[in-house]
């Protein structure tokens, strides 16, 4: 038996779902950013259930206002 964990060890350390949503995402981290703690899959994609950026635990009750620009008179 070896001093050292295999590679499967390792593997099974860190699970295969991101906390926050669930999803298959191995590669799923906590990334520190202007001092923000961001949950990322992959370190390159904002978790879409990352409490940082507003995301709520339910569905969204209400559809979001569309906004029109306005016409400018002459």
Do not use: N, Q, Y
């Amino acid at each position: 038996m070896s001093i050292f964990p295999s590679c499967s060890d390792l593997l099974d350390a860190i699970p295969p779902t991101c906390p926050g949503c669930r999803a298959h995402a191995p590669a799923w981290r906590w990334v520190r950013i202007d001092g923000l703690r961001i949950l990322t899959h992959g370190g390159d994609v904002i978790c879409p259930k990352d409490r940082t950026f507003g995301s709520t635990p339910g569905p969204v009750s209400a559809p979001l206002a569309v906004v029109e620009p306005l016409e400018v008179a002459a």
